[in-house]
């Protein structure tokens, strides 16, 4: 290690929400960070590239546990976000009527479980029941990513005095040293080494989180990988609503934020290729040398980025609407989303947060829901 090694109390790789919010949190309690994120800007994967659902709990009829932990933070979300959120549609779910998991009594009564919202509804001028057994009205959002992107990344501006932010960087090695963790910083293109002492580290790269617990010499989590697709539409005959049709291989179509496009998803049509593996693994990676399973290039700008399913999921989610609902296709956003081999079944999206290593300490952050970022508030 160098002589003129820089001493920080964090260090927090990832520079999504999870790492992001770590960062002002604990800038707010007094401590010198360095956040470290590979990409040139911050928020350029999953905390952009998702479904822009402020889960009340409805999503996860299967897991109860993921259920009350959506609703546990909503409320708090909701307040601290206000500016960000978008409130004024109807939120539909529908349950259909071949092949789902759950059905529509199942369902009342797990939304009456969880104190939420669901009010039959036995007409609606948009919606065709001919595939539906039941459908019911909900309360839910929507948060706007980009608005969320822009309020954090400016407010990590502000505390640049407490936060060395560093872009384009990533880790080249990691190592104990006394009571501190020694790490090597690169830039992303492998060049301009640099040390860092740290008195604790987070690891906050959702995807990338087993590539970093290796570098630390620390346990896995057990992920599995998918690259995913949100079809983005103008649906001007759909401002006012979103339906989401559970529970199985359904959709959803709901307002993006506050953006005026609505976001298209599909539970059989969004994810492209799957990988198992606690690496992301895929295929596509053979053609990019700079996107590897242990450093993850941008699907987004990637050339050999699977093509689009917007029609697939369009035809899907026809079935549900009457005929005269109009909708353009707009652009597509790509990301891979990395979920808990142990949801498998369940499909529950728990926010795990792992202290694998005690003195120093190394906390992995293993984010399920978006506003479950006030977990880590619990556990550092
Ligand atoms: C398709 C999809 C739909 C979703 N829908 C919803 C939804 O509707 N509602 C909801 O609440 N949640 C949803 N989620 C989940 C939610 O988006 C994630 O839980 C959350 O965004 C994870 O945030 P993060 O900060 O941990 O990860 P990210 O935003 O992915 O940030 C991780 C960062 O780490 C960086 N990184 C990775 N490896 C390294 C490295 N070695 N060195 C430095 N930097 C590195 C990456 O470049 C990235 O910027 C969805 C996710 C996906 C993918």
Same mark, same amino acid.
């Given at each position: %290690?160098?002589?003129? /090694?820089? /001493?920080?109390? $964090?260090l ?28 040139k ?16 709990? $409805?999503?996860y ?15 708090r ?45 036995l ?7 001919q ?6 009205? /909900?309360?839910? $959002? ?9 309020h ?5 501006q ?6 060395? #932010?560093?872009?384009?960087t ?6 104990? =040293? ?7 910083l ?8 640099a ?16 590539a970093v ?18 079809? #983005?539409?103008?649906?001007?005959? #759909?401002?006012?609503?979103? @339906?989401?049709?559970m529970?199985?291989? *359904?959709?959803?179509? %709901?307002?993006?934020? &506050? ?10 049509y969004?994810?492209? &290729?799957? =990988?198992?593996e606690?690496?992301?693994? *895929? ?21 050999? &980025?699977?093509?689009?399913? !917007?029609? &697939? ?12 609902i109009g909708?353009?296709? *707009?652009?597509? @956003?790509? /990301?891979?989303?990395s979920?808990?081999?142990?949801? $498998? ?17 190394? !906390?992995?952050i *293993? ?7 006030y ?6």
């Amino acid at each position: %290690m160098r002589k003129n /090694t820089e /001493t920080v109390d $964090y260090l927090i790789v990832g520079g999504g929400l999870f790492g992001v919010y770590a960062a002002l949190y604990l800038a707010g309690k007094g401590y010198r960070i360095c956040l470290v994120e590979k990409e040139k800007a911050l928020f350029r994967k999953a905390s952009i590239v998702n479904q822009a659902r402020l889960h009340g709990g $409805y999503h996860y009829p299967r897991s109860i546990a993921t259920a009350v932990m959506s609703d546990d933070h909503k409320e708090r979300f909701t307040a601290e976000h206000r500016p960000f959120i978008h409130f004024s549609f109807e939120k539909y779910y529908a349950i259909d009527r071949f092949g789902s998991f759950t059905n529509a009594a199942q369902f009342e009564r797990f939304c009456e479980y969880l104190s939420i919202r669901c009010e039959p509804v036995l007409q609606h001028p948009l919606i065709d029941f001919q595939r539906i057994e039941a459908l019911f009205r /909900t309360t839910e $959002y929507t948060f706007d990513p980009y608005l969320i992107a822009d309020h954090y990344t400016r407010r990590v501006q502000e505390a640049s005095a407490q936060i060395d #932010l560093r872009l384009f960087t990533c880790i080249r090695q990691a190592e104990q =040293s006394g009571d501190k963790w020694a790490v090597e910083l690169q830039d992303a293109a492998g060049e301009n080494p640099a040390t860092l002492l740290a008195g604790a580290v987070i690891n906050a790269t959702y995807a990338g989180s087993n590539a970093v617990n290796r570098q630390f010499g620390l346990r896995e989590i057990d992920l599995m990988h998918e690259i995913s697709e949100i079809a #983005l539409l103008s649906a001007p005959t #759909l401002q006012g609503l979103g @339906l989401t049709v559970m529970d199985g291989p *359904f959709g959803s179509i %709901m307002p993006f934020g &506050k953006s005026g496009l609505h976001s298209l998803s599909s539970v059989a049509y969004t994810h492209h &290729k799957v =990988s198992y593996e606690n690496l992301p693994h *895929f295929d596509c990676q053979r053609q990019r040398a700079d996107c590897r399973p242990d450093l993850l290039a941008d699907c987004n700008e990637c050339a050999v &980025k699977p093509r689009s399913n !917007y029609r &697939k999921m369009f035809a899907q989610m026809k079935q549900y609407f009457r005929p005269e609902i109009g909708w353009q296709y *707009f652009h597509s @956003l790509f /990301t891979i989303k990395s979920k808990l081999r142990a949801n $498998y079944i369940d499909d529950g999206r728990p926010t795990e947060i792992n202290r694998l290593h005690d003195d120093p300490p190394f !906390y992995c952050i *293993f984010a399920g829901k978006i506003n479950s970022i006030y977990e880590i508030e619990k556990v550092v």
